[in-house]
């Protein structure tokens, strides 16, 4: 008897995967909580094959076979993130290095904002929840004679965002439907050739900001097209939310994707609960090259910092 109810119990985990997978394939994730849970399908994947090994160990086959197929549809989804597409080689093509990094309401270490810049030598820095003191302590520390120009719309707790370039910037009409500030800006390259790029920061997709979220995703710029773009910055997303992944295919590349870094967990950085996703991202438009990426701790904040190299071409 307690060999049959176990036999039959196993189905209790098998369809919370099923039905996990069917809206993860579908992209039927809307509304709350469906588009926040959506970030643990990592997660999801690797408890869907321990589920199918249970299933196989108590001889429903059934059970065993329909969680097998969900396992695989999940893995296809997931793994390709940590193989990547092969980055691009950078000789004889005019590059520019991107760093990001998210400050929680400027409670980071700029110092070590400072250490990011003199170690990869960005061509560009966005920052997420800029305040006005953070935005004072990056200039006592030197940014400025590092990367001397600035876009910046500084704001009390976690709404400002600001662009920091070498290069020389050109503002653009930025989207004021958001809460958070998203700076655009357009810059100019050695060559004269010009790169458009927004700091990415939508609305976290809560009880309460999921279409505000959804609605910053698609407000955003086609690549592909025009005008060349990068966005980056933290997406409050991953690449299993269908709207990010609907962005991506309007002519982006994701950075961490193609260097097979997908599935380096951006935050939280100095937790471990929530478990750790990759909300951190460097979408490049489709006609550049991605010749680099890395993620790096950043004390201070919730966030790590991230960085990407990519060729233009």
């Keep these: 008897m307690a060999g049959a109810r176990r036999y039959w119990l196993i189905w209790l985990p098998v369809v919370p995967v099923v039905l996990w997978t069917l809206v993860r394939v579908f992209g039927l994730d809307r509304g709350f909580p469906l588009v926040a849970l959506m970030a643990f399908t990592p997660y999801v994947a690797v408890a ?66 400072i250490e990011l810049v003199d170690r990869y030598r960005p061509d560009l820095l966005n920052v997420q929840e800029l305040t006005p003191r953070f935005a004072r302590e990056l200039d006592a520390a030197g940014i400025d004679e590092r990367l001397p120009n600035a876009i910046t719309e500084v704001s009390q707790g976690s709404a400002g965002g600001g662009v920091y370039s070498r290069l020389p910037l050109r503002p653009l009409e930025a989207d004021r439907g958001s809460f958070f500030r998203m700076p655009r800006a357009e810059l100019r390259m050695p060559s004269g050739r010009r790169v458009r790029v927004i700091d990415v920061h939508p609305l976290t997709p809560g009880r309460n900001g999921v279409d505000a979220w959804r609605d910053a995703l698609e407000d955003f710029p086609s690549g592909g097209d025009g005008a060349v773009w990068i966005l980056a910055g933290d997406f409050n997303a991953t690449l299993d939310h269908s709207e990010l992944r609907d962005l991506i295919d309007r002519g982006y590349s994701d950075a961490a994707d193609v260097a097979g870094k997908g599935l380096t967990p951006t935050w939280p950085r100095d937790r471990s609960l929530p478990p750790l996703v990759t909300i951190d991202h460097v979408l490049a438009d489709e006609r550049l090259g991605i010749v680099e990426y890395g993620v790096d701790e950043m004390p201070g904040s919730d966030h790590r910092a991230i960085h990407a190299t990519v060729a233009l071409p």
């Design 48 to 113: 869907a094959l321990l589920v199918a090994g249970v299933a196989v160990a108590l001889r429903n086959w059934v059970a065993a076979a329909v969680t097998a197929a969900a396992t695989l549809c999940l893995v296809a989804a997931v793994l390709p993130r940590a193989i990547g597409d092969g980055t691009a080689d950078a000789a004889g093509h005019e590059t520019l290095t991107v760093l990001s990094t998210n400050v929680l309401r400027g409670h980071a270490d700029p110092e070590a904002v």
